[in-house]
């Protein structure tokens, strides 16, 4: 009895601490689309500059995920394959940009590709500016977000079994050839996932792009701008429009892991 009547209060402890938890994560969120989500929606047929902001966010965000499918992609698949010496430090390496403030990732771009710097005054020198441009936002958000593509991505290689990589190995197919029809084919939702989560990252990035590039401005940043300049009212409807914005991926990332499970895969 004692052990029944404690399984029951633990119960309804634990079903109380997952209610307010979840009233705390989506209440705001809730609270903020239903009081401007509709004035933002019917915002976007006269405001220019928030069309260009989600224009540009959409299209920094894809270019900054392209690049980190082809960059991470390969170094994604050899740390999940390879064993070599001081792997665990590269990928702890390769995932800080998670971890730190990202007005601190803001300020070490900025230390590394600002004027001052030696390889932002090179690419200067050959007419492409960093700081204060749209290359500087897709940098921005490659570097906060591209961590989360090759952590995903590692994943989805480690679940592909080595073995059939072996087997068309042994039919003949180079290494090269057994990846891209074997090992690619096998990891690609995973892949595309990975992507998605990266997207949807790139898009709500602000503090490394407030930091590097202020103008021109993304959603994030157009969104902090209207508050500090004309206050709340002014931003609640660019904030709801980025939040509704932000959703997209997350359903295609829900739709994409519930068509696998339905796939047994």
């Given amino acids: 009895m004692a052990d029944r009547a404690g399984y029951r209060i633990a119960s309804v402890v634990t079903a109380l601490g997952a209610s307010l938890l979840l009233l705390f994560l989506t209440l705001p969120v809730a609270q903020l689309v239903a009081a401007a989500g509709l004035p933002g929606l019917a ?14 966010t959409a299209v920094t965000a894809s270019a900054a995920t392209l690049l980190g499918m082809i960059g991470g992609t390969p170094l994604a698949y050899l740390l999940a394959r390879r064993a070599f010496p001081g792997r665990a430090v590269v990928a702890a390496v390769l995932d800080l940009p998670i971890v730190i403030p990202h007005p601190v990732a803001g300020i070490a771009l900025l230390l590394a590709l600002g004027r001052q710097s030696a390889v932002g005054s090179g690419l200067l020198a050959l007419g492409l500016r960093l700081t204060g441009s749209v290359t500087g936002i897709v940098c921005a958000m490659l570097f906060v977000a591209a961590p989360l593509y090759l952590s995903a991505a590692r994943e989805a290689f480690a679940r592909v079994d080595p073995r059939y990589e072996a087997v068309a190995r042994t039919l003949g197919d180079p290494a090269w050839r057994a990846f891209r029809r074997v090992t ?3 990891a690609f939702r995973g892949l595309v996932a990975a992507a998605v989560v990266m997207w949807a990252r790139a898009i709500s990035e602000f503090g490394a792009i407030v930091i590097l590039t202020y103008n021109p401005k993304v959603a994030s940043v157009l969104s902090y701008d209207r508050f500090t300049s004309y206050g709340l009212p002014a931003a609640l409807p660019v904030a709801a429009v980025l939040v509704i914005f932000a959703l997209i991926p997350l359903i295609a990332l829900r739709a994409l892991r519930y068509d696998r499970s339905a796939a047994g895969l």
Avoid: I, S, T
Avoid at 43 to 56: F, I, K, M, N, P
């Fill in 184 to 186: 690619l084919p096998l």
């Fill in 43 to 56: 915002q976007l047929g006269h405001d220019a500059e928030l069309r260009d902001a989600l224009v540009l």
